[in-house]
């Protein structure tokens, strides 16, 4: 009798995971770059009004992808509820983001920083324009989450 119930109980262990709905892997985050390690996001319309006091600050952006870039993928425009945007850009060119992703729920972290001169002065790639801003977030890490149309 014994042996019967751990059968039956082992069967019903066994059989779970087919009767368990899967993870949508559609549904999952891409994370590109770093894992995150910032919790709490900074408000994106103060960081705009005076990035200087948060320069050299590791922050937390959450919003939408407002624009990306369309060359490589390097920077990305976050935008919140409210209509503040701020423009993160990986300066070494390690986070490159889908060109497709605009309109997506993104999380940046990244370092508010000037953009270096040399990034600044560089002439347009002809095939896109780059945004620069005297202050960006150096792109660390990013998280994009699908949007309902994905």
């Known amino acids: 009798m014994r042996s019967l119930r751990t059968l039956v109980l082992a069967t019903a262990l066994l059989a779970l995971p087919a009767i368990a709905p899967a993870a949508d892997p559609a ?3 891409q994370r590109f770059g770093a ?3 910032v919790k709490k996001p900074v408000d994106i319309a103060r960081l705009a009004k005076d990035p200087a006091k948060f320069k050299g ?5 959450e919003g ?3 624009d990306v870039c369309q060359g490589k993928g390097c920077w990305v425009e976050v935008q919140d509820a409210r209509g503040a945007s701020f423009i993160a850009r990986s300066l070494d060119e390690s986070v490159l983001l889908p060109k497709d992703c605009k309109g997506q729920r993104v ?6 920083t000037t953009l270096p001169r040399a990034a600044a002065e560089e002439p347009a790639p002809a095939d896109h324009a780059c945004p620069r801003p005297t202050y960006v977030v150096a792109t660390r890490g990013v998280e994009l989450a699908p949007s309902p149309a994905h």
């Open 107 to 112: 999380v940046v972290e990244g370092l508010v």
């Open 35 to 37: 894992a995150l390690q």
């Open 57 to 61: 600050r590791t922050v937390r952006l």
């Open 64 to 66: 939408t992808v407002k």
């Open 27 to 29: 549904s999952a985050p």
